[in-house]
């Protein structure tokens, strides 16, 4: 039986642990956010200067101009749509790379333990970025830019480090601090984008592309070694019971299929199926609304890119905010995870809500602000999800969650597409925000299953427990 490591320190001494944790996190999301941004705009320039075989460097201008004649409109049209194949290729190179290696490294970890899985994301998003820094600065084809994503996940990416810190945290908190911990993980991964979204356009146009990835490798790197020498291994057993040659095991694909669906003391599948369903969509209408969120601004108040990314920004302070705020509300005042989940799914609610609505500017700030603590239902339903499953199976389960996370964009992103270009936003109020006022009244309906059969299981345990009791006396 796999045990894991009872850490017997100060609660002082452990938080100051996840809050290196959580520092770390924020260096590696910034590093990722901030190139993602800046690599699309590279693919964009590359491809106008080679593919398209232009030896006028001014028609590549990425920011454009205003006064465009028809033929340099159908230039820009002729490269987007080069440019377009390229970052389609390596969003599918990156998500295939990591669903595969999510199915295995989940179980894996749960033997293998956690800081392999949090140093090979790391250690594999810094040689990515550090090539790419080198490659950028050579005039080659835009299509070799893509080969850095094989090393960058081929050890699963962002997602693999985001599962490592999550299982770290079940492994070494109280149930009581678990959904506050991880609140604040989440809290990390958002301020790292935060971060990215306005320090990568920064560096890109006083410094360029080159100084950008590095700064991007040199933050991966720090967040290495912060794991490497500040963060010990949880799980008690992970060097003398696994080995890195059973990672790829296909017997822990069973681990997992078997993990979610056979009865056992200490599964609460119910509570545990519905945690995941509740986590899946609430991540996939949340990718979906990014997915169209532009074009949606773009087409209703005629904004352009700077003001939505200004806006976006905007948002994402707010909900780093919140998401502090809630967990400081649920170790202070003791609420439920169940109840920090309704408070996220309504302000998700009504921040659809709002934007099904939007007719000026500044309703779209205003929902953006009433949705700020939506983002805050991920981590709780992680945290229901630990509390329902053996501790041995902790990782193999979140894997799960990890591997949703990775495949949910691929059906937001069509589905809020397809709605949205069958109704376009003269249509008022916008359907495709309609849909996602229902899909969170869905999600409030599992939610209070969950605090039902929560309750009843606490009722069993307490009503099994009181004969014994009386037995002993």
């Given amino acids: ?33 901030s190139t993602g941004l800046m690599f699309t705009e590279l693919i964009v320039h590359r491809t106008c200067l080679i593919l398209i075989g232009t030896d006028d460097t001014s028609k590549c201008n990425i920011h454009g101009k205003n ?59 810094t040689v990515m970025l550090t090539m790419l820094s080198l490659m950028c600065s050579w005039d080659i084809n835009p299509w070799y830019l893509i080969i850095p994503s094989i090393p960058g996940f081929i050890t699963g990416g962002t997602i693999t480090v985001v599962l490592g810190a999550m299982c770290y ?81 296909v017997s822990l694909l069973k681990k997992l299929v078997t993990s979610i669906v056979v009865k056992r003391d200490g599964f609460h599948r119910f509570v545990a199926w519905l945690a995941i369903f509740v986590y899946t969509f609430s991540v996939m209408l949340q990718v979906g609304d990014t997915s169209i969120g532009f074009l949606f601004a773009k087409a209703r108040l005629d904004w352009d890119a700077a003001q939505y990314s200004y806006a976006a920004g905007i948002g994402l302070l707010l909900t780093v905010i919140a998401l502090s705020g809630a967990s400081l ?65 902790i990782g193999t389960v979140l894997s799960l969650t990890g591997l949703l996370e990775t495949l949910s964009p691929m059906g937001g992103a069509p589905l809020f597409a397809l709605i949205f270009s069958h109704y376009l936003p003269p249509i008022y109020p916008s359907p495709v925000y309609l849909v996602s006022v229902a899909l969170f009244v869905l999600l409030l309906l599992c939610t209070a299953c969950i605090e039902v059969l929560t309750r009843r299981s606490r009722n069993l345990q307490f009503y099994t427990a009181t004969p014994e009791k009386e037995t002993e006396e």
């Fill in 1 to 33: 039986m796999i045990t894991v490591k009872e850490i017997r320190e100060p609660n002082e001494k452990k938080m100051i642990r996840f809050f290196i944790l959580g520092c770390s996190i924020v260096l590696l999301t910034y590093a990722q956010t």
């Fill in 67 to 125: 006064d465009s004649t028809a033929n340099e409109l159908h230039f820009e049209a002729e490269t987007e749509k080069y440019a377009s194949m390229i970052v389609m290729a390596k969003a599918m190179i990156e998500s295939l790379l990591s669903t595969v290696v999510s199915l295995f490294l989940g179980p894996w970890s749960d033997k293998g333990g956690r800081r392999p899985v949090l140093l090979g994301g790391t250690i594999g998003f």
């Fill in 169 to 249: 945290t079940t492994d070494s908190t109280e149930e009581e601090q678990r959904t506050a911990v991880m609140a604040w993980m989440q809290t990390a991964i958002f301020s790292g984008v935060v971060l990215g979204l306005f320090g990568g356009p920064i560096i890109s146009t006083n410094c360029g592309y080159t100084t950008v990835f590095s700064i991007g490798a040199i933050c991966s790197a720090l967040s290495t070694l912060v794991i490497y020498f500040a963060i010990p291994e949880s799980v008690k057993s992970a060097i003398k019971e696994s080995h890195l040659r059973g990672l790829f095991d």
């Fill in 329 to 393: 509300f649920g170790t202070s005042l003791g609420a439920s995870d169940t109840m920090l989940a309704t408070l996220g799914l309504v302000s998700g609610l009504s921040c659809a809500l709002g934007k099904a609505l939007v007719s000026k500017g500044w309703h779209m700030y205003l929902s953006t602000s009433i949705g700020m603590f939506s983002a805050i239902v991920p981590p709780v339903m992680r945290s229901i999800l630990s509390k329902s499953v053996p501790l041995d199976d």
